[in-house]
């Protein structure tokens, strides 16, 4: 007697049946070793309950037998996915990376860096710290009074307009320079004083070759008895060499409302050493600063007493001072954020 040929609905009821148990059974293996018992009893080559699945293929009426056999191709393949996703999830990640092609090249790494003109602030620090020099800031946002009254500006003095000024309200500007630190510095903290002022400054400046609307400036003051304008000049000529290495400087007669007698430090052209070219317009030298004796009537609108004390103060700008030792030809490639061109200073 021969058995009647299994129907091809049977056949695939099986297949269902089997697909239903493989893979829980496969999900829930905890192990790389419980995942082989699981493998064997289901997949196994020589018992596996697939092999059995697939000796009940020859029991089809030979014109299931095509249907049948993709159908159980397709149980096969989803069942043997369902094991390597298993297998890969127990895999432990150190045995995954090892993996990986060792010859690969590494991804690139991206180093920050200091931007030049934060360089130049951070070294001005630096060489005044060595002479005694603290670190002051002041506020953007500032009174008219702090910005100029204090600083002796006379109301209305045209001085005025060469610092086109933002007004945030009628009694509120963004500061043109860091002198009004000066005064806030004054007001604080009894003299001797020492203090170096770094911070931006606003003018309403067009944005071109060699002016920004907002740039850094550096401030120096000095209040003390007994201060001369040998004391300014010493200790600026010092900065200088040690700044751009051994150099020259020279002094040229100037007015600040702020300053008397005033003056503003030339150093020689880092580029042409003196000869003349374009980064110093043939002059042969850089202008880097001005400065001065503290005017009395600074003082005395500080309540400090200007018989007793004397001072004198400087302000510099540190993007004219990283063109200057770069021989960068625009003020605005400082300001551009282009990582290709501020790479070029990475120290
Ligand atoms: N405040 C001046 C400016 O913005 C720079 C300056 C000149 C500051 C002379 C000083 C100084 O302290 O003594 O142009």
Redesign the pocket.
């Known amino acids: 007697m021969t058995d009647a040929p299994l129907s091809l609905q049977d056949f695939t009821s099986l297949l269902s049946q089997f697909h239903g148990e493989a893979a829980p059974a496969i999900d829930a293996a905890s192990d790389a070793d419980a995942l082989e018992a699981v493998r064997t009893k289901y997949l196994g080559r020589a018992h596996g309950w697939l092999k059995d699945l697939s000796a009940k293929l020859g029991q089809l009426e030979k014109t299931d037998r095509a249907a049948a056999g993709a159908a159980f191709n397709e149980v096969r393949l989803r069942v043997e996915a369902t094991l390597e996703t298993r297998r890969v999830a127990l895999t432990p990640a150190r045995v995954a990376g090892a993996l990986a092609d060792p010859t690969m090249p590494a991804r690139r790494q991206w180093t920050g860096a200091v931007h030049p003109v934060t360089q130049v602030i951070d070294e001005m620090i630096e060489i005044f710290r060595e002479l005694g020099f603290t670190v002051a800031l002041g506020p953007e946002a500032e009174s008219p009074w702090y910005n100029f009254g204090s600083l002796n500006f006379p109301a209305d003095h045209p001085a005025m307009d060469l610092h086109d000024t933002l007004y945030l309200a009628d009694d509120l500007v963004l500061r ?2 860091t ?1 009004p630190v ?1 005064t806030r510095t004054l007001q604080g903290y009894a003299p001797p004083i020492r203090v170096l002022i770094p911070g931006n400054v606003h003018r309403r400046d067009p944005f071109d070759a060699s002016h920004a609307p907002t740039f850094a ?1 550096v ?1 120096g003051l000095v209040v003390d008895e007994g201060i001369t304008f040998a004391d300014l000049k010493a200790t600026l000529t010092h900065f200088a060499n040690r700044f751009f290495g051994k150099t020259k400087t020279r002094f040229r007669p100037s007015y ?1 409302p ?2 008397e007698p ?1 003056a503003e430090m030339d150093v020689l052209c880092g580029v042409c050493h003196g000869s003349g070219c374009g980064v110093c317009k043939q002059s042969g030298w850089i202008e880097i600063l ?3 004796l503290v005017h009395p009537a600074v003082l005395e609108s500080s309540g400090v007493d200007s018989e007793k004390y004397t001072g004198w ?3 510099m700008g540190p993007a004219r001072t990283a063109l200057a030792r770069h021989g960068i030809p625009d003020i605005r490639l400082l300001y551009d954020s282009d990582v290709r061109f501020l790479g070029q200073f990475a120290k």
Do not use: P, V
């Open positions: 043109t320079h002198s000066q400036q401030e600040f702020f300053t005033s001005g400065s001065g103060a400087f302000g």
